[in-house]
């Protein structure tokens, strides 16, 4: 079927999530109005969609997803003995599928957008199960993130104790623990999400439906949600606290104005760790405020009178989290010497290979 013989089709893929939701309403168009640019979107809400989702977000994303294969080759050829190098090497990684099914959503939206919905049959449900992978990814790297907060507070305030005990093998099995029961908690709960299959001589046309929608009321759908919800709020009120503790002893080791190398190293790392976690607190705190705003008003849901306000909230803190996964490599680049001298050894292998090959 020709992109020409596409008729005007309104189509909806309302995610229930905190971060999150792409309306392909404001992608509604003809094929007519595309070539003579003449898309008439009166609504604010409908532009800002259509800014973020084909620009910013494929943007954002693809940079993500260098910056993390980069960080992760940098980091697998440093020591991972390291408790440190390790966790930064599994967030590296967590923060790089991320980007990349970032990058897929992007690519499903553009298609959407194109008029190729029509030849995809399934590509709003890919575009679901993509949503639902991110989310996915994105509980990993915060509980990642979390772990890294906590263990590096237990090296300040209890640095002889935590060096025994809490070795880099040993914190690789917590994480791996802690995301595999997650990981298992929202697989198990999306599974069982209620999908409503819609076909006409057209399309057929997935849709996830919110819990906000009064009519239908998914249990797995519902888990999924209130798990991660709580999961986050948890995971960032932890950071919160890590990253005070953080800064009180680095002023504290500060005071003593020690000469060591070690001890000036560890300072080094903790400083980088407080930027992430910085970054981290400072991206999510947009979804905080979207979160608590949609369980304290009711008219602030998808469905609700306030869904404009809602679906402008949300895409910013959707847009804005991608700088959390995005700007690491600068920190570490800044504050690790060994992450320095390991690619700036890359990219001179990789001119040099440019220059002869």
């Not at 599928?97 to 995809?120: E, H, R, T």
């Not at 709580?230 to 990253?243: E, P, R």
Request: net charge neutral; proline share 2%; hydrophobic share 50%.
């Amino acid at each position: 079927m020709s992109n020409s013989t596409v008729e005007p089709k309104q189509i909806e893929l309302w995610f229930s999530s905190m971060d999150v939701e792409i309306t392909t309403d404001a992608l509604d168009f003809t094929t007519s109005e595309l070539n003579a640019t003449d898309v008439k979107l009166t609504d604010l809400s409908k532009y800002f969609s259509i800014v973020c989702l084909l620009v910013l977000h494929p943007i954002l994303s693809l940079f993500a997803l260098c910056a993390n294969i980069l960080n992760t080759i940098v980091f697998r050829k440093m020591d991972l003995t390291e408790g440190v190098s390790l966790s930064l090497f599994i967030l590296s990684l967590a923060d790089g599928f991320q980007a990349g099914v970032n990058l897929a959503i992007s690519s499903c939206v553009f298609l959407i957008w194109f008029g190729y919905q029509s030849d995809l049959i399934c590509l709003e449900a890919v575009t679901a199960v993509l949503v639902l992978s991110t989310h996915i990814s994105r509980n990993m790297g915060t509980l990642i993130t979390t772990v890294i907060a906590i263990v590096r507070c237990c090296c300040v305030t209890m640095p002889f104790t935590v060096q025994e005990i809490l070795t880099a093998r040993r914190q690789l099995v917590i994480i791996l623990v802690i995301c595999s029961v997650s990981f298992t908690v929202l697989v198990s709960s999306s599974s069982r999400m209620t999908i409503a299959c819609e076909d006409d001589s057209r399309f057929t046309i997935y849709n996830i439906f919110s819990p906000f929608d009064q009519n239908i009321r998914d249990d797995g759908l519902i888990t999924f949600d209130l798990f991660r919800s709580i999961a986050f709020s948890v995971c960032f009120l932890v950071v919160c606290i890590s990253m005070v503790v953080l800064i009180l002893g680095l002023k504290k080791s500060a005071m003593l104005r020690t000469s060591n190398d070690g001890d000036r190293k560890n300072q080094q790392i903790v400083k980088s760790i407080i930027l992430v976690l910085a970054i981290f607190l400072l991206c999510n705190l947009l979804q905080v405020i979207t979160l608590q705003t949609r369980t304290f008003t009711e008219q602030f849901t998808p469905f609700g009178t306030l869904h404009e306000e809602h679906t402008v909230l949300r895409l910013s803190s959707f847009i804005i989290t991608k700088f959390d996964i995005s700007s690491n490599i600068f920190v570490y680049y800044y504050f690790n010497r060994q992450f320095r001298v390991v690619i700036k050894k890359i990219f001179s292998r990789i001119s040099f290979s440019i220059i002869r090959p």
